[in-house]
C-alpha cells in the first residue's frame, strides 16, 4: 500500500502539471474564426452569413472552482432584408474536466438541459479552439471556434 500511495504522488503532480491552464477570461477571435473557416469550413453560404455575425463576443471566465461564466452581448444580425437583435445573457455553467494533455482539455457539464462534453484544443498558453456544432449534426462542417485570453 504504501509503494502504491508513493507511486501516485509522483505521477499525479506530473498529470496535473501537463495540463494546459485554463482559469482566466477568454475572448471568441473572430480573426480566427475566418481565417482558418474560410478555408476548411463545409457550411452554405446562409450558415456562414449568420455565422460571421455572430462569432468574436462571447466572453468566457474559468474560474477556480471549476464554475465558467459565459457572456454574450446583444447582437444585431442581419439575413437578407430581415435584421434581428439575439439580446445579451450571461450563463453561469459548472463543468468537471474528465482529462487532459499538455494541449488538451475535455470538459463536461450542464447547457441547455443537457450533459455536453467539449474538447479544448490549446495552440500555445493563450489560444484555444473546439469544434462547433453536436453529433446529432451530419459531423462534417469541421467549423472551429477560436478563443483567445485575456
Given amino acids: 500500500m504504501k509503494k502504491l500511495i508513493l507511486c501516485l504522488s ?24 475566418e481565417s482558418f473557416n474560410k478555408k476548411w469550413a463545409n457550411v452554405n453560404g446562409n450558415a456562414w452569413a449568420f455565422m460571421t455575425q455572430t462569432q468574436g463576443k462571447e466572453v468566457i471566465t474559468f474560474n477556480n472552482k471549476q464554475e ?6 446583444d447582437i444585431e444580425i442581419t439575413m437578407g432584408e430581415k435584421t434581428m437583435t439575439m439580446p445579451a445573457k450571461e450563463e453561469r455553467i459548472n463543468y468537471s474536466i474528465l482529462g487532459c494533455t499538455d494541449s488538451s482539455i475535455v470538459l463536461q457539464f450542464e447547457r441547455y438541459g443537457k450533459t455536453q462534453i467539449s474538447q479544448l484544443h490549446f495552440e500555445n498558453e ?25
Fill in 68 to 73: 465558467m461564466r459565459i457572456n454574450t452581448p
Fill in 126 to 150: 493563450t489560444t484555444y479552439w473546439e469544434y462547433m456544432g453536436n453529433s446529432q449534426n451530419d459531423g462534417n462542417s469541421h467549423i472551429r471556434e477560436y478563443y483567445t485570453k485575456r
Fill in 10 to 33: 509522483v505521477v499525479l503532480p506530473n498529470i496535473a502539471m501537463s495540463c494546459p491552464t485554463l482559469t482566466g477570461t477568454w475572448t471568441s477571435s473572430s480573426e480566427k474564426f
